[in-house]
């Protein structure tokens, strides 16, 4: 890709994140946290002091529902927001997958995952410039870590 192209592939990522910074999708915790699959996690980002409490409630092996709120950086906000997008209707072993290849995309210091890595992340590949900046990676994986504790919390009230 050529300069000028990269240029403005980034200024898309950008776009996104902020959209999804300012229209939270899944915003706003729904549900009972003591029904049967339901899951909550609390984590702060200690760097920053970014936060999130997320809830997601397993029906049948599948996400049925995902919400949550918070406080923080766009970056923490959109990728949260992101999440609820990318795993709301998915399989227990796709959102497994999908939580693994976001982690790699942040392990990638820029360079990305490729293009059907990236196809499958939908949204949450905007992320990928995020990783070139070692303090942002947290901030982007603190919804992603949420959902990881919130899912296995779900499976022990099952």
């Known amino acids: 890709m050529s300069p000028a192209g990269s240029g403005a592939m980034e200024q898309l990522y950008q776009q996104v994140i902020l959209d999804h910074a300012r229209e939270r999708h899944g915003y706003g915790l729904t549900g009972d946290v003591d029904a049967a699959g339901t899951g909550e996690s609390f984590q702060v980002n200690p760097t920053c002091g970014d936060e999130v409490r997320l809830r997601v409630r397993v029906d049948d092996g599948t996400v049925a529902e995902v919400s949550w709120e918070g406080v923080g950086c766009s970056i923490s906000q959109a990728s949260t927001s992101v999440l609820t997008d990318v795993v709301g209707g998915a399989s227990l072993a796709d959102v497994e997958e999908l939580s693994a290849l976001f982690g790699e995309l ?21 992320f ?20 990881r504790d919130a899912l296995i919390k779900g499976s022990k009230g099952e």
């Open 128 to 147: 990928a410039g995020t990783s070139k900046y070692p303090a942002r990676v947290k901030c982007a994986l603190l919804g992603w870590m949420a959902l």
């Open 106 to 126: 942040m392990r990638s210091r820029g360079a990305g995952l490729g293009a059907e890595a990236e196809e499958q992340l939908g949204d949450a590949a905007v």
